[in-house]
């Protein structure tokens, strides 16, 4: 068995915290490793996450602007778009970040490790390749930084093909005419506003008294009045009692929901809708953190540090 190779620092997670840990380490002169479970760095935020919804929702209001234009729409034309045609474009950024985020680590010399980690005892770990075969690699500092991933109730079946979560939405390859999203946090909204923004026929349920509740009143008060001039379906104060999902994709998926009992001895009522496709994107609790590291040491060496800027 040959010996492991050690380095000053392993940082787990090449998303922002973990570019961002492995960037400052380095150009203080330690010897740092970075780990990637996927094929390629920038983690969830440049994969599913802020990079690929900024690129959809980009183009979505670059339609918008276009149609209300009047220099352009004064002979009565109008510009219309689908999803699996902006998704393209959203790829093409996504490429470009890729290899952006790929030469912040080739400048600064900071070797990348693609497979999945575990760790082995305080100072050692394993990194399984997408091949199967197994590293071992030890580090006297180690920073985890493995992201999140939506969160999937255990009564709701994800692997349905009309049934998607904030991740797997980039993976539509067809365009749907109604579509439900449930949880009206940040993703929801921006998605709901992509959706909509096709003229795709939206319902967005919240299962808050109002949008955004953490904003003032005034900033959700307003994106509630646009959405709704927008022709959006907004059901504040919601939750799903029920989801139904065809065995045939043909088939419409229904979702019975209810409204949130906040007084006591009130009894919800509970009323059916009835999309094409449903986005799963629950606020607050809408992601969780990843699992990346199958057993993890209680007493290991975790290095803590203000993250600088990536230059």
Known sequence: ????????????????????????????????????????????????????????????????????????????????????NILGHAKTVIDKQTRLRQGFYDRNECTLLFGTARFIDTHSLEVTKSDGTIDTYTADKFVIATGSRPYRPADVDFNHPRIYDSDSILSLEHDPRHIIIYGAGVIGCEYASIFRGLDVKTDLINTRERLLAFLDNEMSDSLSYHFWNSGMMIRNDETYARLKAPKTASSSTSILVRKCARIACCTPTAERVTPMHLIWMPLDSSRILADSLKSTPTTKPILTMSMPSVM
């Open 1 to 84: 068995m040959s010996r492991a190779k050690h380095f000053d620092a392993i940082v787990i997670g090449s998303g922002p915290g973990g570019e961002g840990a492995a960037m400052g380490l380095t150009k203080a002169g330690l010897n740092v490793a970075i780990i990637e479970k996927e094929s390629s760095v920038g983690g969830g935020c440049t994969h599913w996450g802020t990079i690929p919804s900024k690129a959809l929702r980009h183009a979505v209001s670059r339609i918008i602007e276009f149609n209300n234009n009047p220099l352009f729409c004064g002979n009565n034309t109008s510009l219309h778009s689908t999803f699996s």
